[in-house]
C-alpha cells in the first residue's frame, strides 16, 4: 500500500481548497451571470429554429389530391431537420458553457500555482521571491499581501531581528 509523499496535500485539504474556491464572490457572481445569457442565447436559438420550422410547414402548398402520406412525410423531414439543429445547438451551447467553465476556472485555480511556489521560496529563505499574478486574476488583495510580508522579512532578515518582526516574546 503506497502512502502520499510527506509534502503533498491530502485528499481532505484538497476538497476543502475547492469548496472553498466555488465560495468566492467571483464564481458566485460572474460566472453564472455569463452562463444565464449564454442560455438566454440558446433558447432565443431554439424559439428562432422553432418558428422557422413552423414558417415553412406553413408556406408549403398542398397538393390537389388529398394524400395523406404528402403531409406526414412533410411534417417528418421538417421535424427531422429541427431535431438536428437543435442537437448541433445544444453541442455548441455545451461547448461554450465548458469554454467560458475552462477559462474562468484557469483565472481562479491559476494564481495557485504562483503562490506554492513564493511560499516555497519563503520557507527556503528567499524573501526577495514575489508573487506576480496576471491582471484581473482572482486573489490579488493576498498576492499583494504575501509580498508584502516578504518585504517585512526581508527587511526583519537584514536587521537580525530572528523573532520576524521584533514581537516581544514570553
Same mark, same amino acid.
Given at each position: 500500500? =503506497?502512502?502520499?509523499?510527506?509534502?503533498?496535500?491530502?485528499?481532505?485539504n484538497t476538497?476543502?481548497?475547492m469548496?472553498?474556491?466555488?465560495?468566492?464572490p467571483?464564481?458566485?457572481?460572474?460566472?453564472?451571470?455569463?452562463?444565464?445569457?449564454?442560455? #438566454?442565447?440558446?433558447?432565443?436559438?431554439?424559439?428562432?429554429?422553432?418558428?422557422h420550422?413552423?414558417?415553412s410547414?406553413?408556406e408549403?402548398?398542398?397538393?390537389?389530391t388529398?394524400?395523406s /402520406?404528402?403531409?406526414?412525410?412533410?411534417?417528418?423531414?421538417?421535424?427531422? =431537420?429541427?431535431?438536428?439543429?437543435?442537437?448541433?445547438l445544444?453541442?455548441?451551447? /455545451?461547448?461554450?458553457?465548458?469554454a467560458?467553465?475552462?477559462?474562468? =476556472?484557469?483565472? #481562479?485555480?491559476?494564481?495557485?500555482?504562483?503562490?506554492?511556489?513564493?511560499?516555497?521560496?519563503?520557507?527556503?529563505?528567499?524573501? =526577495?521571491?514575489?508573487?506576480?499574478?496576471?491582471? &484581473?486574476?482572482?486573489?490579488? &488583495?493576498?498576492?499583494?499581501?504575501?509580498?508584502?510580508?516578504?518585504? #517585512?522579512?526581508?527587511?526583519?532578515?537584514?536587521?537580525?531581528?530572528?523573532? &520576524?518582526?521584533?514581537?516581544?516574546?514570553?
Amino acid at each position: 500500500m =503506497s502512502t502520499a509523499p510527506a509534502g503533498s496535500p491530502s485528499i481532505l485539504n484538497t476538497r476543502r481548497r475547492m469548496i472553498n474556491t466555488f465560495k468566492l464572490p467571483e464564481f458566485q457572481f460572474r460566472l453564472p451571470v455569463v452562463i444565464m445569457v449564454m442560455s #438566454v442565447l440558446f433558447a432565443s436559438l431554439c424559439a428562432g429554429l422553432g418558428h422557422h420550422t413552423y414558417t415553412s410547414l406553413l408556406e408549403i402548398e398542398p397538393p390537389t389530391t388529398a394524400d395523406s /402520406s404528402f403531409y406526414a412525410n412533410l411534417i417528418d423531414d421538417q421535424m427531422s =431537420s429541427a431535431l438536428g439543429a437543435m442537437a448541433v445547438l445544444a453541442l455548441l451551447y /455545451s461547448m461554450a458553457v465548458m469554454a467560458v467553465w475552462l477559462w474562468h =476556472s484557469r483565472r #481562479v485555480m491559476g494564481p495557485e500555482v504562483a503562490f506554492r511556489r513564493h511560499i516555497e521560496a519563503l520557507k527556503n529563505g528567499d524573501y =526577495s521571491a514575489r508573487v506576480a499574478l496576471r491582471p &484581473g486574476d482572482a486573489f490579488m &488583495g493576498l498576492a499583494n499581501d504575501l509580498n508584502e510580508l516578504a518585504e #517585512v522579512l526581508a527587511s526583519d532578515e537584514k536587521a537580525g531581528d530572528p523573532t &520576524g518582526g521584533g514581537a516581544p516574546q514570553g
